[in-house]
C-alpha cells in the first residue's frame, strides 16, 4: 500500500517503481521502504536500495528516449520539468536522468535545511561540489530559503559559490536556476558551466613546481646530475 504523505503523482509513481525494482532485483519484500529511503540518491545508501532507485529511474525515465526529448536543449530547470511531466516521473529523478543525457556541462543539486546532500554531474561536468557544505548566501538556493523571488531562467552566480577548487578563475561564475520543494524542506538546483572556470596547471607547470629554486641559481647547493 502506497503511504498517503505522498502527494506529489510523479514521486508516486517513481516509489511504486522503487518498491517493483525492489520485488524483480531481490526478491519480495514484505514491508515497504521508508520515504527517507526512496530517492536518497546520497553516499552511503544501502546498496539494495541505490539499485532500486537506479531500476526505477530507467524504468520511468529510459535514457534513449529521455536524450531524443531533451538532448538538444539548453539546461534548465523547465526541461527538467517537462522531462518530469512526459515522462511521469519526480522532479527529482527527471534532473537526474537529464544531467546523464545532456552534453553539457551541469549538474543537478539536491540540499535540505541549507546543507547540499547529494550533487550529480553529466558526463562532461568535471566540478567538484562539496557535500555537507551550507547554502552559500550568494546562490539562487539561498534566496529560496528565505523566500525571495526567485528568477524564472537560469541566472548568473559566482562559480564559488558552488563549486570548489582552488584554480577557480577571478570572478567565474555559473548559472543557476533552483526550485523550491517546501514540503521536503529543500530545494532542487541546476548549475550550468557555460564557460571555462579554472585554469588547472598542465602537467609542466606540476613539474616546474616540485623544482628546487636553489638549483637556479650561482649559491645552488645542488648539482644536477
Known sequence: MLRSGIRELGRRRFTIAHEIGHYILHGNRQM???????????????TPEREADTFASELLLPTNEVTQ????????????????????????????????VAS????????????IRWFHGSPTFAHFIEVGKEIDFDSIAY????????PSEMEEVPAETWIKSSWLRQ?????????PMPSYDGCL?????RRPIE??????????????????????????R
Not at 553539457?104 to 546543507?115: K, N, T
Open 32 to 46: 515497504p521502504c521508508s520515504p527517507g529511503v526512496i530517492e536518497s540518491w546520497k553516499e552511503g545508501q544501502p
Open 69 to 100: 526529448y531533451a538532448n538538444k536543449r539548453w539546461p534548465s530547470m523547465e526541461v527538467v520539468a517537462d522531462v518530469a511531466d512526459h515522462f511521469g516521473s519526480s522532479l527529482m529523478a527527471a534532473g537526474r536522468k537529464f544531467c546523464d
Open 104 to 115: 553539457q556541462a551541469c549538474a543537478i543539486v539536491w540540499s535540505s535545511q541549507r546543507q
Open 143 to 150: 534566496r529560496a530559503y528565505e523566500r525571495k523571488a526567485l
Open 171 to 179: 570572478d567565474a561564475v555559473v548559472s543557476e536556476q533552483t526550485v
Open 189 to 193: 538546483s541546476l548549475i550550468w558551466v
Open 199 to 224: 585554469d588547472r596547471p598542465t602537467a609542466e607547470d606540476e613539474l616546474l613546481s616540485e623544482l628546487d629554486p636553489d638549483d637556479f641559481t650561482i649559491k645552488r647547493k645542488r648539482w644536477p
